[in-house]
Structures are given as structure tokens and as C-alpha cells.
């Protein structure tokens, strides 16, 4: 089974707390992604912010940061853990993607569409 390193995207699109919702809901559309990581300078991980979160703003109308809304201490698997540790959090927690650290810093993340081709893999070899 490959590694969490083979499979992750590295370097993902982030953003910081203070930058405006504004700003990342383009920045969602324009990139067609779902989410994003939130990150300070030091690229550590303070959050991450989904479409689910977005849809906050029309309850909480005055809120219009990032941090106001993002989901804060977001579940990680650390870059050497076992791939199957990604996969549980995926389905554990009905994930649409998990983010990856190396001490705490954020170095990537892996979807679920990133791993079906490591899972077709996988079972292939296994027949084959």
C-alpha cells in the first residue's frame, strides 16, 4: 500500500484566520474546491474552513472573517502515520478530505478521490 507522502497533495491551497469570507468564497469558486486549510504564518494549523461553514454567515450575519466561521482544531493525520489512518478518518468522521501534518505544520492534504486510484491499485495487485 503506498504512503500517505505518495498519495497527499502537497502545498494546498490555504488561508490565514483574518482574511475576509468575501475573499475565500471566491477563492473556493474559483478553484473549484470545497475547503481550504486555515494556517498562520508559521503554517501551522489553526483550522479549516468548508462550504458547511460558508453556509454560517446566513445565521451569523455580522460574522466576516475566516476565523469567525472555520471549524477550529480540525482532526490531522501526521505524514508518517499509516495510509488506513486516513482512511478511517475519511470514513469516521464522513470527510470529504484530511489534512496532513509533519510536527503540526500542515504539508498537505489527501481527498477522497485522491486515494480510489491507490485503493484500485491496492486490489488489483492482490488479484493479479
Known sequence: ?????????????????????????????????????????????????????VLKVFYEPESDTVASIMTHDPTTVDIEAPLVDVVDCLMTHDFRRVLIHEKGKLVGLISRADIMPAILRSLLHRVG
Open 1 to 53: 500500500m503506498p504512503t500517505i507522502r505518495k498519495i497527499m497533495k502537497p502545498d494546498p491551497i490555504t488561508v490565514g484566520p483574518e482574511d475576509s469570507i468575501q475573499a475565500v468564497l471566491e477563492l473556493l469558486i474559483e478553484n473549484r474546491i470545497s475547503g481550504v486549510p486555515v494556517v498562520d504564518a508559521d503554517n501551522s494549523i489553526l483550522g479549516v474552513l468548508s462550504e458547511k461553514d
